[in-house]
């Protein structure tokens, strides 16, 4: 049975050119992770710990320390989002005039190259939203980083608003381990949603004057730490880790742009064309003991 399309138009004059999506989010959380490309199947992390230990100097060969090897997995699991659109629901639309007639129709080039680029960009958003809330017992999803955290909530957090979100952000700073701390200015980041980047931006811009302590009215770090823009993340939710801590696997990232618009009218003699897009992502984290893991329960 072809997609519900539901076409609302009242066919006169003349058309204006180009369709208008509506705002979609942008996968900013896949820039500030570790990517993984090219994983077949399954990708094993090596966890190495080396615990220094000295001995006090003699003539003979006296080993010391711990090594530790241990490991985590990533297993992209394979999704896809199909869809199937019946030409005859354009033909009394705007785009008749471009479609052909009897065996000839196609697809409005205008409306078919429209789709394929706002199903890529769909699929660039509802991956964002997955890398982070993602469930894969769920249909259709994978396990994003809060499946990958669990409970092991780190700071237990509030309603975050204008008023307290730098005490919230401290909240995190003071719960980073030292040793991570030590990386600040490498690749330790806090990742935060859209709703604390913008109550950041609001309570900089009350300090006034003393915009610089948070360094850069313009900026978005706190005490040296970027802040990481997550339109995928839940709100009252922070997340202070390494890059290198958190990983994100696939097969092709060219995948989630692929999608493939296939007429079937030379393959089936039917009025359908048949959208298909397939791809596989996972995510995983390291050393979840070093993932500072901050959230509100009500």
Not at 102 to 130: I, S
Not at 203 to 212: E, N, R, S, V
């Amino acid at each position: 049975m072809p997609t519900s399309v539901t076409v609302t138009t009242t066919y006169a004059g003349e058309k204006a050119p180009g369709y208008i999506a509506a705002t979609l989010l942008a996968s900013k959380t896949i820039d500030a992770v570790t990517q993984h490309l090219n994983v077949p199947y399954k990708l094993v992390l090596k966890k190495y710990a080396n615990e220094a230990s000295f001995a006090d100097l003699t003539c003979d060969f006296t080993p010391t320390g711990t090594v530790t090897l241990t490991e985590a997995s990533l297993t992209p699991k394979q999704l896809q989002w199909q869809e199937k659109i019946c030409k005859l629901e354009f033909i009394d639309d705007w785009e008749s005039a471009s479609m052909g007639f009897g065996n000839a129709r196609t697809l409005p080039k205008e409306f078919g190259d429209f789709m394929l680029n706002n199903m890529a960009e769909a699929v660039t958003a509802r991956v964002e939203t997955l890398m982070w809330q993602g469930e894969a017992a769920n249909a259709g999803e994978f396990d994003g980083f809060y499946a990958q955290l669990g409970s092991a909530v780190d700071v237990a957090g509030s309603v975050i608003t204008a008023n307290n979100v730098i005490a919230e952000l401290q909240k995190v700073v003071d719960a980073i381990p030292t040793t991570v701390k030590s990386h600040r200015g490498d690749d330790v980041f806090i990742y935060v949603p859209t709703s604390v980047l913008f109550f950041y931006a609001a309570a900089k811009q009350a300090l006034g004057t003393f915009q610089g302590v948070y360094e850069g009215f313009g900026e978005d770090v706190f005490l040296g730490f970027p802040l990481v823009h997550c339109p995928g993340m839940l709100d009252n939710t922070m997340v202070a880790a390494r890059k290198s801590n958190m990983h994100f696997g696939t097969g092709l990232l060219s995948d989630f742009t692929d999608v493939k618009l296939i007429d079937q009218g030379p393959i089936d003699g039917s009025e359908n064309v048949n959208v298909s897009i397939k791809f596989s992502a996972d995510t995983a984290v390291g050393y979840a003991n070093e993932i500072v893991y901050y959230l509100y329960e009500s």
